[in-house]
């Protein structure tokens, strides 16, 4: 059974950091790309980072380079995306999604749409 668990996520003052954690099982782990995206209330989803073996670099937001940081740990079929700098408009519900490499596009890395697993979701919380 595929299953992505994510977790991670709180209450935070602005300036402060959480890291959350993607946990994958159920398939081959370094054939996919991971993904993080995010969805405030009242708006769309977007892509907050990626990573996989094809992207020469992580993707990430416009919104979030500079403070956010994409890892993966292969043995632990994890990725980590650490948040530094958190602000207020990052709160949001956080979920991480798995795909294909050979499926990967780049819209698909902004909006989430066509990307194949997904976690339940973590609240992230940054109160100003």
């Known amino acids: 059974e595929v299953q992505l668990v994510d977790s991670g996520g709180g209450l935070v003052q602005a300036g402060g950091s959480l890291r959350l954690s993607c946990v994958a099982s159920g398939f081959t782990f370094a054939g996919y790309a991971i993904g993080w995206f995010r969805q405030a209330p009242g708006k769309e989803r977007e892509g907050v980072s990626c990573?996989?073996?094809?992207?020469?670099?992580?993707y990430y937001a416009d919104s979030v380079k500079g403070r956010f940081t994409i890892s993966s740990d292969n043995a632990k079929n994890t990725v980590y995306l650490q948040m530094d700098d958190l602000k207020p408009e990052d709160t949001a519900v956080y979920y991480c999604a798995a795909v294909n490499l050979l499926g990967l596009t780049i819209p698909m890395m902004k909006t989430g749409n066509g990307m194949e697993y997904w976690g339940k979701g973590t609240l992230v919380t940054v109160s100003a």
């Open positions: 990573i996989s073996t094809t992207l020469h670099w992580p």
